[in-house]
């Protein structure tokens, strides 16, 4: 199976503690030294991206699913109350949990937060394949632990769910 390149601007409200902007799909130019490539390889984790050097990488592979997943942790902002944050993940399809798309999207709002809410949803093209794209809304609810300021952190995620090579790809930022 052919690499999937996915390049990754991070924008300027991501250096402040914003979130990300995907730029785009195709061939990726070299990187810049402050800047680190991802290249997976792991079952169909078959992708690869540029971030910001200085964040953490994760990989992850599923014990009781089948999947694969690198999560890309940013710094924490000023106020300490979150993090920037990239995750890409592959599952099969047919054989794995979902067998379609469309039962991934399914459940994935069924299983909002209390007050999540839907800001935008559409079909996409994504490299020339069929996308679910959606804006998502929600609250953290305070956490009331030691040493940790009780507070309720708004968050705004996108995620975009497809099928590639019998694989189910999110990507979730």
């Keep these: 199976?052919?690499?999937?390149?996915?390049f990754l601007l991070?924008?300027?409200l991501c250096v402040v503690g914003g979130?990300?902007?995907?730029?785009?799909?195709?061939?990726?130019?070299?990187?810049?030294?402050?800047v680190a490539r991802y290249v997976g390889g792991k079952g169909g984790?078959?992708?690869?991206?540029?971030?910001?050097a200085t964040w953490r990488v994760k990989e992850e592979k599923g014990t009781l699913d089948r999947y694969h997943q690198v999560r890309i942790l940013g710094p924490?902002?000023?106020e300490d109350t979150y993090t920037c944050y990239l995750s890409v993940s592959a599952a099969p399809?047919?054989?794995g949990r979902f067998k379609s798309v469309a039962e991934r999207v399914k459940l994935y709002k069924d299983h909002l937060f209390l007050d999540g809410?839907?800001?935008q949803e559409r079909e996409r093209n994504l490299a020339g394949?069929?996308?679910?794209?959606?804006?998502?809304?929600?609250?953290?609810p305070p956490q009331h632990k030691k040493d940790l300021k009780p507070i309720a952190i708004p968050v705004k995620t996108r995620s975009l769910f497809f099928e590639r090579g019998g694989y189910l790809y999110e990507v979730i930022y």
Excluded: C
């Design 76 to 78: 924490r902002n000023q």
């Design 129 to 140: 394949k069929k996308a679910s794209d959606m804006i998502v809304s929600y609250t953290i």
């Design 93 to 95: 399809l047919q054989e």
């Design 19 to 34: 979130g990300f902007l995907i730029q785009g799909i195709g061939k990726m130019a070299v990187p810049s030294e402050n």
């Design 1 to 6: 199976m052919g690499r999937f390149w996915v």
């Design 117 to 119: 809410k839907i800001e």
């Design 10 to 12: 991070v924008g300027a």
């Design 45 to 52: 984790l078959s992708i690869a991206f540029d971030y910001p």
